[in-house]
């Protein structure tokens, strides 16, 4: 059964003291992930059920890692025509950021076009586009070539300003925030990426911290937004579609946390 997007609205608190002084910022009440259930508990995720902490963490590694398919960068191309086909138009790709429908013809490097975004930027860690994380098919995503650019390698956070064309993402020096939209995914995918590379295959031990500005360390910001953005913005019928997509026809493996949300929490 495929997911439905829900919105979480956020609260505002009034400050007062003898005297009223005005508004505080609005704060975010989003709900944890609740419990799920699926067709693969019994089997490709047998061994991870009940666990939590760096035991569960230790476990969805080993499952994740276990018997993947490997693809090259060029052939990302035509594996995001499918994984990222829009529901509405089979002819166009979604676009990460933007929510764009954009055709998928128009991959390439000019202004226009769609190109393959590394969510957890490739000099994080230092990957590039070899084979395994510079290629891994559950973080690299359609997206608008400017706003690509914009993102750059930057870490995820709130606040900024608007992003042109960027669907109401945003961007400041030293973050980025994507639309709300997308919040949650990118949330999962930055995450999926630090279970997968734990540095026992040759590529760097990718983690999650909660700063900004990491450079070229292993290391993707902030962590305490990405899960506020991962209860905020729960798995939609396209994450569940594309996660799908990835494990039958492609990569063989799964983003645990698209078919179990509450185990961001229960790991972080």
Same mark, same amino acid.
């Given at each position: 059964?495929?997911?439905?997007?829900?919105?979480?609205?956020?609260?505002? +608190?009034?400050?007062?003291?003898?005297?009223?002084?005005?508004?505080? +910022?609005?704060?975010?009440?989003?709900?944890?992930?609740? +419990? $799920?259930?699926?067709?693969?508990?019994?089997? @490709? #995720?047998?061994?991870?059920?009940?666990?939590?902490?760096?035991?569960?963490?230790? &476990?969805?590694? $080993?499952?994740?890692? +276990?018997?993947?398919?490997? !693809?090259?960068?060029?052939?990302?191309?035509?594996?995001?025509?499918?994984?990222?086909?829009?529901?509405?138009?089979?002819? =166009?790709?979604?676009?990460?950021?933007?929510?764009?429908? *954009?055709?998928?013809?128009?991959?390439?490097?000019?202004?226009?076009? %769609?190109?393959?975004?590394?969510? %957890?930027?490739?000099?994080?860690?230092?990957?590039?586009?070899?084979?395994?994380?510079?290629?891994?098919?559950?973080?690299? *995503?359609?997206?608008?070539?400017?706003?690509?650019?914009?993102?750059?390698?930057?870490?995820?956070?709130?606040?900024?300003?608007?992003?042109?064309?960027?669907?109401?993402?945003?961007?400041?020096?030293?973050?980025?925030?994507?639309?709300?939209?997308?919040?949650?995914?990118?949330?999962?995918?930055?995450? #999926?990426?630090?279970? *997968?590379?734990?540095?026992?295959?040759?590529?760097? =031990?990718?983690?999650? /911290?909660?700063?900004?500005? /990491?450079?070229?360390?292993? @290391?993707?910001? *902030?962590?305490?937004?990405?899960?506020?953005?991962?209860?905020?913005?729960?798995? &939609?019928?396209?994450?569940?579609?594309?996660?799908?997509? !990835?494990?039958? $026809? #492609?990569?063989?493996?799964? /983003?645990?946390?698209?078919?179990?949300?509450?185990?961001?929490?229960?790991?972080?």
């Amino acid at each position: 059964m495929l997911a439905t997007r829900i919105r979480r609205g956020k609260s505002v +608190a009034l400050a007062t003291a003898a005297v009223l002084v005005g508004l505080t +910022a609005s704060t975010l009440t989003a709900t944890p992930a609740a +419990a $799920t259930t699926t067709a693969y508990d019994s089997t @490709y #995720y047998k061994n991870a059920v009940g666990k939590t902490g760096t035991s569960l963490k230790s &476990s969805l590694h $080993t499952i994740i890692s +276990a018997n993947v398919t490997k !693809i090259s960068y060029s052939a990302v191309w035509n594996a995001l025509k499918v994984t990222d086909q829009d529901p509405n138009n089979s002819s =166009n790709v979604l676009l990460l950021y933007s929510g764009v429908s *954009r055709s998928k013809s128009l991959n390439g490097g000019d202004v226009g076009d %769609w190109n393959r975004e590394h969510t %957890w930027a490739k000099s994080h860690g230092d990957f590039g586009e070899a084979i395994g994380p510079g290629t891994d098919l559950h973080h690299l *995503r359609a997206c608008d070539v400017q706003v690509n650019s914009t993102r750059g390698n930057l870490d995820f956070d709130n606040g900024g300003s608007t992003v042109t064309n960027g669907g109401g993402s945003l961007v400041d020096s030293n973050s980025f925030e994507p639309r709300d939209a997308d919040k949650g995914d990118v949330a999962r995918m930055i995450l #999926y990426m630090a279970v *997968r590379y734990e540095g026992d295959d040759g590529w760097p =031990n990718l983690e999650p /911290n909660d700063s900004v500005g /990491n450079g070229s360390n292993p @290391y993707m910001g *902030r962590l305490s937004v990405l899960k506020a953005w991962n209860d905020e913005d729960p798995p &939609s019928a396209f994450e569940e579609k594309r996660n799908q997509a !990835i494990y039958d $026809t #492609y990569q063989h493996n799964r /983003n645990p946390f698209i078919d179990h949300p509450e185990w961001v929490e229960a790991i972080w």
